[in-house]
């Protein structure tokens, strides 16, 4: 199928709805939680949706019920329906790279249908996830060996950004379900630091890496692939032992060739799968080792069920369109910058990080699909940690200081790790800081509380601090795969509102260019001409004066 043909649409801010937001939100940006909830007693419940095993709660909002029928007619607009069709179909809404987006199609049942460019994809993806686990099953079993003949029982990712981010998330995540018995390792900096510390209490004769990298030209993964090899073969001596030790997981068959991995040991997946979408194609081989492919298989699932719960649920009652809508209205009408995450479950200590390339890679443009300039802002700065931990540093900056910073909050209602009383005050914290953000504490409670009148204002929380809180009975492979599909589509609401391409990433390509033209002028033998600005110049003269030094 082929880019949908587009006539320059209205911009988004003459857009009758957004209009009608911008005079709605003069009306309530002063209304305060605190009376939103006492004059309507089930606001809680009324506000919230229970779908495909998640909570979310959004009535700690600062919503009406006017607010959130405007933002469902702004998605209507601006052709979310329209648009959701076209991604699930496979038309190129990649319009900067002309390429269709599917991951959706990686977690489709084996009997789905997806017909792209006159082919099914479907039987393709199946093909690869059945290659992987017949590999999986081979490395957990013992049934591959290394090339002297030992157990694998080391594996090592190396990859970046989209190639690694998801794989270390995804194996943070699901660590309990994973084989206790093998160390599961991730490099992805071109810094040495980090293949030596990955590598340096590990027998080559017991380690498998996983070159993983859609294109298989990228500085950092190529260097470390290298530096890998030579580490192997410093050991095993011989070059064929690189078949034993190296799988690639790529879309580039020939760079793979050319590496010495043998095209055996590739797993491939498609252009239609961005880097950041691909935790559940072939780049999940390190997942499905770590968890086996029933578990892998129950990812996909979770996936899925999200999915077709996005493409088929009305807005008013879906989750990733309500936070994506909810996104788009701190983001551009109440000006917030950043917006954070806080999952109370230590498994998730990834997650923000993850969550930081899917938002920001995907919705940190400016101009629209026309080429035109946005003319709102678009991504906000995602950040976040595990709570509790932030909430003995920095929640104070949310809870008291100037900025407004939406939170999503993200609890699990059973521990994988049941100790003690440790779980109840997990979740207690959780929703004690949900309830103190909306709620906060007046001057006259302070005051009424023996607080002396100097240390009043010091006390005094304002409140009205909006939050989502997303709940699931307990943190599962299916429970991750939902998770990562609703934010994956928050992102993509987010993106069709701005009329911006969520999948193209011309920032990082940029990077990857810049880099390799300074490397010979660090590294020549003759001084370099001074081509760059004098800071540039002044930085390179000293760092080559330097280099040669060592600690
Ligand atoms: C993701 C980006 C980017 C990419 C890395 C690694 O959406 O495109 O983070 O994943 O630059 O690229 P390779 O997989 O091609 O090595």
Redesign the pocket.
Known sequence: MSAVPRAAPTPLAERPAWRALLEHYQKIRTLHLRDLFAADAGRGERLSVEAVGLYLDYSKNRVTDETMALLVRLANECGLAERITAMFSGAKINVTEERAVLHVALRMPADARLVVDGADVVPEVQAVLARMAAFCDEVRSGAWRGHTGRVIRNVINV???????GPVMAYEALRHYSRRDMIFRFVSNVDGTDFAEATRDLDPEETLFIV???????L??LTNAHSAREWALRKLGDARAIRRHFVAV?TNADEVAKFGIDPQNMFGFWDWV?????MDSA?GLSTMLAIGPENFRAMLAGFHAMDEHFRSTSFERNLPALMGLLAVWYNDFFGAQTAAVFPYEQYLKRFPAYLQ?LTM?SNGKHVTLEGAPVGVNTGPIYWGEPGTNGQHSFYQLIHQGTRLIPCDFIGFCQSLNPLGQHHDLLLANLFAQTEALAFGKTAAEVAAAGTSARLVPHRTFEGNRPTNTLIAERLTPHTLGLLVALYEHSVFTQGVIWNIDSFD?WG?ELG?VLANRIVPELTSAADPKPVHDSSTNALIRRYRRLRRGSP
């Open positions: 990859g970046i950004g989209g190639s690694d981010l993983c990298s859609k294109t298989f030209t990228t950092e993964t790529s961005g880097g950041r979408y691909s780049v390339q890679e990433q990082v990857k």
